[in-house]
C-alpha cells in the first residue's frame, strides 16, 4: 500500500483553491487546513487501496468459504471510516469559523484513538487480545440494559399517568436480550464498569490512555506525544462544551467584549481547535497504517508529498 506517491486528485485540488480565496481564513488556518486535506486524502488512498485488495481476494477465492476477518482489522476498519467522516466534518466547520463545534468532533476522534491504539496493543498490555473480540461483541450484549432503562422511565411515566408513544420491546425478543447480555457476563467476567457490563479490563479511557502511554509505542513516530495529556486536557476542556456545563459561558463570549454572547463562528479562536484536530487525525493514520503493516515511511513521504508541514 502506498507504494507510489499520489497527487491530490480533482475534488480535493477544488476545495484547497476555494480555502486559498477565502479571506477569513488566516494564513495559519490555511495551512493547517492543508494539512487536514493531506491527511483525509491519505484515508481515501488506503481506503480505496483496501477495497481493490478485497475485491481481488474475493475473485481469487470465488468457489472458496469466504476470508475470516480477523478482530483487529474489523475494528480498524470501522474506525477508519468514522475517523474519516469526522475530520470531513471538521474540514467543513473550520471554513465557518466553528471552533467550539470542532472541539466536541476532535473528543470523539480521541477517544476512537485512545480505544483504536488499546485494542491495537491489548496483547502487549494485557498478555491478551480477548477485549478485541468483546469490544465487538458488547454492542448487541448492551441492548439488554438500554431496555431496563426505558422500562424504568416508562414505570415512573405511567405512575404520573402520562402517555409514553415509544413502543416496548416485543415481549419475544426480551429473553433473547436477556441471554445476550448473561451470555457477555460469563465470557468475560473481568469486564465491568461497576455493575454493568463492559468490553475491557479498564473501564475509564483516562486508564486506557496511559497503558497506552506507558508501552511508548507512540515514540517511535511522535515525540513527546502521550494520550493521557491529550485526554487531560483537549478532551477534558471539549467534554465541557459537549455536555453543555457552565464552562461553555467563556467558550461563547465574544472575545471583543466579555457581555456579549458570540453568535456564529468565530476565526480568531478556531485556530487551536484546528491544530489539536490534525494532530489527533495524525496519530490515527498513523496507528491505522501500524494495523494495515503500512510503513511509516511511505506514510509520511505521502504526506508531505501532498504538502503536509509540521512547521
Request: net charge neutral.
Amino acid at each position: 500500500m502506498l507504494d507510489e506517491n499520489k497527487e491530490f486528485n480533482m475534488k480535493w485540488m477544488s476545495a484547497l483553491k476555494e480555502i486559498e480565496n477565502m479571506h477569513s481564513l488566516s494564513e495559519v488556518d490555511k495551512a493547517t487546513l492543508r494539512n487536514l486535506s493531506s491527511i483525509l486524502y491519505t484515508y481515501e488512498l488506503i481506503v480505496e487501496e483496501m477495497n481493490t485488495k478485497t475485491r481481488r481476494l474475493q475473485q481469487i477465492s470465488s468457489n472458496e468459504a469466504p476470508n475470516k476477518v480477523e478482530a483487529l482489522e474489523y475494528i480498524s476498519q470501522y474506525c477508519l471510516s468514522h475517523q474519516y467522516e469526522l475530520g470531513m466534518s471538521i474540514f467543513c466547520l473550520a471554513q465557518q469559523g466553528y471552533g467550539n463545534s470542532i472541539s466536541i468532533l476532535n473528543r470523539s476522534i480521541l477517544e476512537n484513538l485512545i480505544n483504536l491504539s488499546y485494542l491495537w496493543l491489548s496483547e502487549k498490555i494485557n498478555n491478551s487480545v480477548l477485549e478485541r473480540n468483546a469490544w465487538i461483541e458488547y454492542y448487541k450484549a448492551k441492548f439488554n440494559s438500554l431496555h431496563k432503562g426505558l422500562t424504568g422511565f416508562k414505570k415512573h411515566r405511567e405512575k404520573r399517568r402520562d402517555t409514553v408513544h415509544t413502543p416496548s420491546v416485543d415481549p419475544s425478543k426480551i429473553k433473547n436480550l436477556q441471554e445476550r447480555e448473561q451470555n457477555f457476563r460469563e465470557k468475560y467476567p473481568d469486564f465491568k464498569n461497576g455493575k454493568h457490563i463492559f468490553w475491557c479490563k479498564h473501564p475509564y479511557l483516562s486508564d486506557r490512555a496511559r497503558k497506552v502511554d506507558d508501552t511508548k509505542v507512540f515514540k517511535n513516530f511522535l515525540e513527546k506525544f502521550y494520550l493521557e495529556e491529550l485526554y487531560r486536557t483537549v478532551y477534558a476542556m471539549a467534554s465541557d462544551i459537549t455536555h453543555g456545563s457552565s464552562s461553555i459561558i467563556d467558550a461563547y463570549l465574544s472575545q471583543n467584549n466579555k457581555k456579549e454572547v458570540m453568535f456564529g463562528g468565530d476565526y480568531t479562536t478556531m485556530t487551536n481547535c484546528l491544530q489539536r484536530s490534525v494532530v489527533s487525525l495524525l496519530a490515527s493514520i498513523i496507528v491505522l497504517c501500524e494495523i494495515y503493516d503500512i510503513s511509516h515511511e511511505k506514510l509520511v513521504s505521502q504526506l508531505h508529498h501532498l504538502g503536509y508541514n509540521v512547521s
